[in-house]
Structures are given as C-alpha cells and as structure tokens.
C-alpha cells in the first residue's frame, strides 16, 4: 500500500452531516450524484471524501470513535479557528503544536474528528 485513495464514513442523517461539512466546514459538493451518499472536495479539490448513508446497520453504534480525517491547509489556522467558533463548530481543545505541524480538531454531527492541518516547511515537501 502506498496511499490512501479514498475514505467514506458513515452518517446517521446524510442531509444533516451534508450540512455540517458544507454549511460550517466549507467543504464544496464534487459533480458526482449519488443518492446514498455525498462527495466532497476540499482545498480546490486536491481532497476528496464522501460521507453516506449506513452501509450495515448503525442502530445503537457509536460512531466516530477512532477515526479522524486529517486536511492541509494553507489558511491561517488561527483565523481558520475563528471562523468555526463563530459558525457553531465543536471545536477539541485548543490549536496543537506536532512534529507535522499546527492542528485543529473539529467533531462532526456523529462523533467523527475533522482534524486540520497548517503543516511546517519542513514537513511540506516531504
């Protein structure tokens, strides 16, 4: 395995966590149609992800717990911060300092964690 080429995750409402991502976390809708599930781009579309409806049943799941997406940005992240305070968001803890460089953590409407990333010269070139 050499990269990861795609991640779905599963939402209990699709048109409630479509929302969240576009409404809040500005992610755009990408052309692709599907009626169980959304397509998202990011960054000028240079990620992509989608969230859908359950593939098996979820009743009574907690969702969300382990998994977290991890998004560059080149935004300021404290701004970036800012703006998702004033939109509602959920934000985890503070802005965190890495060894790849500084994080945000937002929780989306079924627990998943939406992690954004202002990463270090260092670690963009590798």
Request: charged share 20%; hydrophobic share 40%.
């Amino acid at each position: 395995m050499r990269k990861l080429a795609f991640a779905s995750l599963q939402v209990r409402d699709l048109e409630v966590s479509k929302a969240f991502y576009t409404e809040k976390l500005g992610f755009e809708l990408s052309g692709m149609t599907n009626p169980y599930a959304c397509v998202f781009k990011y960054n000028n579309g240079e990620a992509s992800f989608a969230i859908r409806t359950p593939i098996a049943n979820i009743d009574g799941k907690e969702l969300g717990v382990g998994t977290s997406l991890w998004f560059a940005i080149d935004e300021n992240i404290e701004l970036l911060q800012s703006q998702l305070i004033k939109k509602g968001v959920f934000i985890l803890g503070t802005i965190n300092h890495t060894p790849f460089g500084q994080t945000l953590m937002v929780k989306d409407p079924d627990g998943y964690i939406i992690t954004f990333l202002a990463q270090t010269e260092a670690t963009q070139n590798d």
